[in-house]
């Protein structure tokens, strides 16, 4: 079985290229690179012993992306391919509208031109939008505070839409939560362009030295020390909940929406002391006013997973500190060397 995975050279598409080829799939990748590199791919070459066909294409080229059915004989299609920064979203809008949505209807037209009928689409929790009934489950409403998180509500919708039209067409939409650390190899991990605002590669930055200090936006939230609460998964089992959901996708038809959460939720002092405990690095912050647009809670159910998917998040939060570490001290500035 063949699989297409279009920004598989990413954060999560590079595990999940590791993951699929470790279970017999054949994998093909299609990425333009415009946040990630081809080293990326050697890497998960280099990591597996196997090879793999990559294209360097725009996926909301139509020609492009035909040339990639054309030569391939497809079954299945995870779409990781998109822009995600919450903030260059706001900044932007445009540009994210045009890059997630048209990439996806590219994709979903070629699809149907060459009779391609399992997707597994990169979701997030963001589509949750503020709600506070924790923890998440799919059958809370859905609605977004940014730009970026409305590309994927969007996409969703057509999703299901485009499931609805053809009974013979399978969507997973997988609403991940905060997906950290890195393959234990520590050959590929998440390297973010620039200065990153999630919570573990600042954490990184500050252990390896490049920021002075951690700032901990708010220690006033009603959570039990006052830090914002998040569900860290490590990436290696996110990668695996794509398998899972590729076996799914092409074992039943309709659009099923699954978060990929742990379940636990973790403070950013939760998130602090554990990283420095394990790996006896020490990391200093400052307190710092709440960040806006943040909220204080936010966990899945991954009740729905479990039961569907067959799949559970099996690597603690000490296991995702260490691993993202060493990948830190194996690439202090990424891939560029
Ligand atoms: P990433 O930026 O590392 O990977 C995305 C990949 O898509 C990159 O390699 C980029 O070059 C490629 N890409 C973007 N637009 C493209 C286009 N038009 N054509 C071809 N390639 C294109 O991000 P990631 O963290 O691996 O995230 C993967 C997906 O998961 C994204 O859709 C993201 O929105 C979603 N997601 C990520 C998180 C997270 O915290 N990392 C959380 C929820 C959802
Ligand atoms: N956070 C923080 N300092 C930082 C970055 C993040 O205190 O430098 C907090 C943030 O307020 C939130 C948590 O860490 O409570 C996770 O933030 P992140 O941006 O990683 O994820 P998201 O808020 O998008 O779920």
């Given at each position: 079985?063949?699989?297409?995975?279009?920004?598989?050279?990413?954060?999560?598409?590079?595990?999940?290229?590791?993951?699929?080829?470790?279970?017999?799939?054949?994998?093909?990748?299609?990425?333009?690179?415009?946040?990630?590199?081809?080293?990326?791919?050697?890497?998960?070459?280099?990591?597996?012993?196997?090879?793999?066909?990559?294209?360097?294409?725009?996926?909301?080229?139509?020609?492009?992306?035909?040339?990639?059915?054309?030569?391939?004989?497809?079954?299945?299609?995870?779409?990781?391919?998109?822009?995600?920064?919450?903030?260059e979203s706001c900044a932007i809008p445009l540009r994210y509208y045009r890059n997630n949505l048209d990439s996806t209807l590219t994709l979903l037209e070629c699809m149907q031109k060459y009779g391609v009928r399992n997707f597994v689409f990169s979701s997030s929790a963001t589509v949750y939008g503020t709600?506070?009934?924790?923890?998440?489950?799919?059958?809370?409403?859905?609605?977004?505070?940014?730009?970026?998180?409305?590309?994927?509500?969007?996409?969703?919708?057509?999703?299901?839409?485009?499931?609805?039209?053809?009974?013979?067409?399978?969507?997973?939409?997988?609403?991940?939560?905060?997906?950290?650390?890195?393959?234990?190899?520590?050959?590929?991990?998440?390297?973010?362009?620039?200065?990153?605002?999630?919570?573990?590669?600042?954490?990184?930055?500050?252990?390896?030295?490049?920021?002075?200090?951690?700032?901990?936006?708010?220690?006033?939230?009603?959570?039990?020390?006052?830090?914002?609460?998040?569900?860290?998964?490590?990436?290696?089992?996110?990668?695996?909940?794509?398998?899972?959901?590729?076996?799914?996708?092409?074992?039943?038809?309709?659009?099923?929406?699954?978060?990929?959460?742990?379940?636990?939720?973790?403070?950013?002092?939760?998130?602090?002391?554990?990283?420095?405990?394990?790996?006896?690095?020490?990391?200093?912050?400052?307190?710092?006013?709440?960040?806006?647009?943040?909220?204080?809670?936010?966990?899945?159910?991954?009740?729905?997973?479990?039961?569907?998917?067959?799949?559970?998040?099996?690597?603690?939060?000490?296991?995702?500190?260490?691993?993202?570490?060493?990948?830190?001290?194996?690439?202090?500035?990424?891939?560029?060397?």
């Amino acid at each position: 079985m063949t699989i297409l995975l279009t920004g598989g050279a990413g954060y999560i598409g590079t595990h999940t290229c590791v993951a699929l080829l470790e279970l017999g799939y054949d994998i093909i990748v299609a990425d333009n690179y415009i946040n990630s590199t081809p080293l990326a791919i050697d890497r998960v070459k280099e990591i597996t012993g196997k090879n793999f066909k990559s294209y360097d294409v725009d996926v909301c080229d139509i020609p492009g992306m035909e040339r990639v059915f054309e030569e391939n004989k497809i079954d299945a299609v995870i779409h990781f391919a998109g822009l995600k920064a919450v903030g260059e979203s706001c900044a932007i809008p445009l540009r994210y509208y045009r890059n997630n949505l048209d990439s996806t209807l590219t994709l979903l037209e070629c699809m149907q031109k060459y009779g391609v009928r399992n997707f597994v689409f990169s979701s997030s929790a963001t589509v949750y939008g503020t709600s506070q009934n924790m923890p998440l489950d799919e059958k809370e409403p859905t609605g977004c505070t940014n730009p970026y998180g409305w590309t994927k509500y969007m996409i969703e919708q057509i999703l299901r839409d485009t499931a609805a039209a053809d009974p013979e067409f399978s969507a997973v939409l997988l609403r991940y939560f905060n997906p950290i650390g890195a393959h234990e190899s520590g050959l590929i991990g998440e390297d973010p362009n620039g200065i990153p605002n999630n919570l573990m590669p600042r954490i990184l930055n500050t252990a390896a030295g490049k920021m002075k200090a951690l700032t901990v936006f708010g220690n006033d939230y009603p959570t039990p020390d006052g830090t914002g609460v998040r569900d860290y998964i490590h990436v290696c089992d996110l990668a695996e909940g794509h398998a899972a959901a590729i076996k799914y996708a092409v074992e039943h038809k309709g659009a099923e929406a699954i978060n990929l959460g742990t379940g636990n939720g973790y403070s950013v002092f939760e998130m602090i002391h554990t990283f420095e405990e394990v790996n006896h690095t020490p990391v200093p912050y400052t307190l710092e006013p709440r960040r806006p647009g943040d909220i204080a809670t936010c966990y899945a159910s991954p009740e729905k997973a479990e039961k569907c998917l067959g799949w559970k998040a099996k690597r603690g939060l000490a296991e995702m500190c260490r691993d993202a570490w060493n990948w830190q001290q194996k690439n202090p500035n990424g891939y560029k060397a």
